[in-house]
């Protein structure tokens, strides 16, 4: 397949993450490398490849790596839970780094001229926004004592499973990185229940007296959820409409300096 030399190329995890901003634009092919999906869209008179990695660190690696050509900047999109108090359902995360939860020591900076670029694209799209540090966990991480210990072992404001595999394979390709987050659920939000109790509820009707809390807190989650994803195609449609400067990059640092 051809390569093209895209300006953006916008990295989702997940299908329903990405869904909002799909219906805004035009897909003109689509293919798969590995477990991921590729895109090539076009919005406004901008080609623009997006691709879903699928959920979790190596599925995200291989994926960024995966990216045919040299996109010039990769951002990682989608929905993360929040570390600190100041970050609520809905809220915008622009991670200024990213760290790994059992690692701290082992960080990659965001481009600067990203960063300051998704500023304005949140500011034009009228949203509550926050720059820091976004830490990338191994599986999710919902009860509260073990994300105010990530906070406070890693800085970070808020947890993802895929930003910073994704910045590692932005590096290895050349391409400058960055990251913008919805928070789907905050530090006081209860912890999700097993998910065997969801799927197999229809099932076991006898015990639905008995997981009703549950599944009301799944159903809470996912409302929550799927209101703050729905806030993601804004600021993607502005960032494309002003665009980023390459001319105002700052030199990149190494991937160990904080």
């Given at each position: 397949?051809?390569?093209?030399?895209?300006?953006?190329?916008?990295?989702?995890?997940?299908?329903?993450?990405?869904?909002?901003?799909?219906?805004?634009?035009?897909?003109?092919?689509?293919?798969?490398?590995?477990?991921?999906?590729?895109?090539?869209?076009?919005?406004?008179?901008?080609?623009?490849?997006?691709?879903?990695?699928?959920?979790?660190?190596?599925?995200?690696?291989?994926?960024?790596?995966?990216?045919?050509?040299?996109?010039?900047?990769?951002?990682?999109?989608?929905?993360?839970?929040?570390?600190?108090?100041?970050?609520?359902?809905?809220?915008?995360l622009i991670a200024n780094e990213t760290v790994l939860q059992h690692n701290p020591n082992e960080r990659l900076k965001c481009s600067e001229v990203v960063i300051?670029?998704?500023?304005?694209?949140?500011?034009?799209?009228?949203?509550?926004?926050?720059?820091?540090?976004?830490?990338?966990?191994?599986?999710?991480?919902?009860?509260?004592?073990?994300?105010?210990?990530?906070?406070?072992?890693?800085?970070?404001?808020?947890?993802?499973?895929?930003?910073?595999?994704?910045?590692t394979g932005a590096s290895s390709i050349g391409s400058s990185f960055g990251v913008i987050r919805v928070v789907s659920d905050g530090i006081e939000s209860p912890?999700?229940?097993?998910?065997?109790?969801?799927?197999?509820?229809?099932?076991?009707?006898?015990?639905?007296?008995?997981?009703?809390?549950?599944?009301?807190?799944?159903?809470?989650?996912?409302?929550?959820?799927?209101?703050?994803v729905k806030k993601l195609d804004k600021p993607l449609v502005e960032l494309t409409r002003i665009g980023i400067d390459p001319s105002c990059e700052l030199p990149?640092?190494?991937?160990?300096?904080?």
């Amino acid at each position: 397949m051809k390569k093209e030399n895209y300006t953006f190329c916008f990295v989702f995890a997940m299908g329903v993450e990405a869904r909002p901003f799909l219906k805004r634009v035009e897909t003109k092919r689509r293919w798969k490398i590995g477990h991921a999906t590729h895109r090539e869209v076009f919005f406004e008179g901008d080609m623009i490849l997006v691709v879903r990695s699928g959920i979790g660190f190596e599925k995200a690696l291989a994926a960024a790596k995966g990216v045919q050509g040299r996109p010039t900047f990769m951002l990682s999109i989608g929905t993360c839970g929040a570390l600190v108090p100041d970050l609520s359902p809905g809220d915008i995360l622009i991670a200024n780094e990213t760290v790994l939860q059992h690692n701290p020591n082992e960080r990659l900076k965001c481009s600067e001229v990203v960063i300051k670029s998704l500023e304005r694209a949140c500011s034009r799209a009228g949203l509550r926004y926050k720059i820091g540090p976004i830490a990338t966990a191994a599986k999710p991480v919902f009860h509260r004592a073990e994300r105010e210990k990530l906070s406070q072992t890693s800085g970070a404001y808020a947890v993802d499973m895929e930003s910073h595999a994704i910045a590692t394979g932005a590096s290895s390709i050349g391409s400058s990185f960055g990251v913008i987050r919805v928070v789907s659920d905050g530090i006081e939000s209860p912890p999700l229940p097993d998910r065997n109790i969801i799927k197999n509820w229809r099932r076991q009707f006898h015990k639905i007296p008995k997981n009703i809390f549950s599944l009301i807190r799944w159903w809470n989650f996912l409302r929550t959820f799927n209101a703050s994803v729905k806030k993601l195609d804004k600021p993607l449609v502005e960032l494309t409409r002003i665009g980023i400067d390459p001319s105002c990059e700052l030199p990149k640092v190494d991937s160990n300096q904080r």
